[in-house]
């Protein structure tokens, strides 16, 4: 796979730090929202391939290398900078400093001579006629461009589950000689394609001389290694939704006679108890599932590797969705299914929340009376939990969109959460302040302090884009954590946010409406 490469110089040391090049690897792969290229969550999307740190003779740093997947940050190299500081700050206390410019050192690595593509007999003939164009269609949400998309040959049986809207598919075989492809994303989000699998991509049209459909009868080697990738996928799979998915990709590789119709029943025949078995213990157990994507990962889900001083204490996002989870557990049962349904209907349902959005349709559907009780404690505090999680979400500010300089900063009225202690007299200060969010003239969502109304930033559009900003203002907070002893001078900047505050699901009992309602309780009595 072709790699582009970043190179930051750099100075401090790395002797007391040691994995330097694999937690860094991590902490940029597993934050949400950190490399913004995408709109995208650590189970879902990996654009960084790997870090490399270049040391001199005294175990002294002298520059960091980043290897990614995709080109990034074009002309906004100094937010780039910023970002892979902020992250170098939280694993080293500050004690490495990036100096001197982005350097982008350019694609490493070779695009594959055939490139191929899953289309459908409808769009068939215009393809073949006008050539592909850059769309931003059903299949390409996470995108904020338009691009055209090819997989490798290794990547046609993950894709043929995964993609959606492929209806009465075809394969095209793409040229790529004299073509602008570029890598797009890397894929680990599926644990029935172990592996991976990726994407390329290009902005440019790709003309019809380039593109050629994929003769089955002619490339029989090609379909048999496509049929046995699609088959094992078929019989990895665990969990009802990724057994769904992949009996998609089987009846697709039918609809391209790669498998006949008799072997495909036989195999979904051998699966069916399976699936019922499943789908019985899911319903009995809802929360068993794979996790939400911000959840702590087992060794089997992702390669991450907490460092010692990276939770040194619970954060501010933490001690909220601990807050929500215990209110939330307090509700009647039916109350807390409808709370479920609500947010799933204005929020992007995010990798591992599937099931929870289905257990309350299920619920719900099934209930006899709004006074039922449906689960017991102990059923419903890791539902309430998960829910917790999803719901309160922390996220960085927009690269290049931080207002305030150090004199405002110090004005922001705050109150300390925590100072941890680094080395020697090093401390690590970290304040909440409270903050509000508000709905600018061009859809974006500013973040302001919450007495001075002072311009702190603006969310990414990634993050709004999956939580949308359907009120004109709401509340949220932030948790400002301080590397220089209190100076203000090296500080990154979280924001906290009640997602459903900011979709209108929820209704803030602020001191009016509580007033209002003691009122009304007392001209009721």
């Not at 025949?269 to 599932?289: F, K, L, S, W």
């Not at 505050?501 to 602020?510: R, V």
Request: net charge negative.
């Amino acid at each position: 796979m072709q790699t582009y490469r970043y190179r930051f110089e750099a100075s401090g040391s790395e002797q007391e730090i040691p994995h330097l090049a694999r937690n860094l690897e991590d902490r940029l792969t597993n934050s949400p929202d950190c490399l913004m290229a995408y709109c995208i969550f650590p189970t879902d999307s990996d654009i960084l391939d790997h870090v490399t740190i270049d040391l001199d003779e005294q175990k002294n740093v002298k520059a960091i290398d980043l290897y990614t997947y995709t080109k990034l940050w074009e002309n906004a190299e100094e937010d780039f900078k910023d970002c892979v500081q902020e992250n170098l700050n939280e694993l080293t206390d500050g004690n490495i400093t990036l100096t001197g410019t982005v350097q982008d050192l350019g694609k490493e690595g070779k695009i594959p001579d055939i490139l191929y593509r899953l289309s459908t007999e409808d769009n068939l003939d215009k393809i073949l006629q006008e050539g592909l164009l850059p769309d931003s269609g059903k299949n390409s949400y996470k995108d904020m461009d338009h691009h055209v998309y090819l997989m490798g040959e290794e990547d046609i049986a993950p894709w043929l589950s995964v993609l959606k809207y492929k209806d009465h598919p075809v394969l095209l075989k793409i040229r790529t000689e004299s073509l602008n492809i570029e890598p797009g994303r890397h894929f680990s989000d599926r644990e029935y394609i172990p592996e991976g699998y990726a994407e390329y991509r290009t902005k440019d049209q790709i003309p019809p001389e380039a593109i050629s459909q994929v003769d089955f009868a002619k490339e029989k080697e090609l379909g048999n290694r496509i049929a046995k990738s699609t088959t094992k996928q078929f019989f990895r799979a665990e969990d009802q939704h990724e057994m769904l998915e992949t009996l998609t990709g089987l009846h697709r590789t039918v609809e391209m006679n790669l498998i006949d119709v008799p072997q495909a029943n036989f195999m979904q025949q051998e699966r069916n108890n399976r699936m019922y078995d499943a789908m019985r213990e899911q319903m009995a157990d809802p929360q068993a599932e794979e996790g939400l994507p911000w959840d702590e990962p087992s060794d089997k889900k992702s390669k991450k590797q907490v460092s010692a001083s990276e939770k040194p204490f619970s954060s501010l996002v933490e001690i909220r969705q601990n807050e929500c989870s215990q209110t939330l557990a307090a509700m009647p049962d039916v109350e807390f299914l409808e709370a479920v349904r609500t947010h799933f209907e204005s929020h992007t349902t995010m990798p591992g929340e599937k099931s929870l959005k289905n257990m309350a349709k299920l619920k719900l559907s099934s209930l006899n009376s709004l006074t039922d009780q449906i689960f017991t404690f102990d059923e419903k505090e890791p539902l309430a939990e998960r829910f917790a999680k999803a719901r309160i979400r922390e996220t960085s500010l927009k690269p290049g969109n931080r207002f305030l300089n150090q004199k405002q900063l110090l004005e922001i009225k705050t109150e300390p959460l925590a100072e941890l202690p680094v080395t020697g007299n090093s401390r690590i200060c970290v304040n909440r302040a409270d903050a509000e969010l508000k709905k600018d003239r061009d859809g974006s969502v500013l973040v302001t302090v919450k007495d001075s109304g002072q311009l702190i930033g603006k969310l990414s559009d990634s993050f709004v884009k999956n939580n949308p900003m359907n009120v004109e203002s709401c509340r949220a907070e932030l948790q400002l954590s301080d590397y220089s002893n209190g100076q203000l001078k090296n500080i990154a900047i979280r924001v906290v946010i009640d997602t459903d505050l900011m979709s209108g699901d929820t209704i803030e009992m602020d001191d009016d409406i509580l007033k209002g309602l003691d009122t009304a309780v007392n001209m009721d009595l």
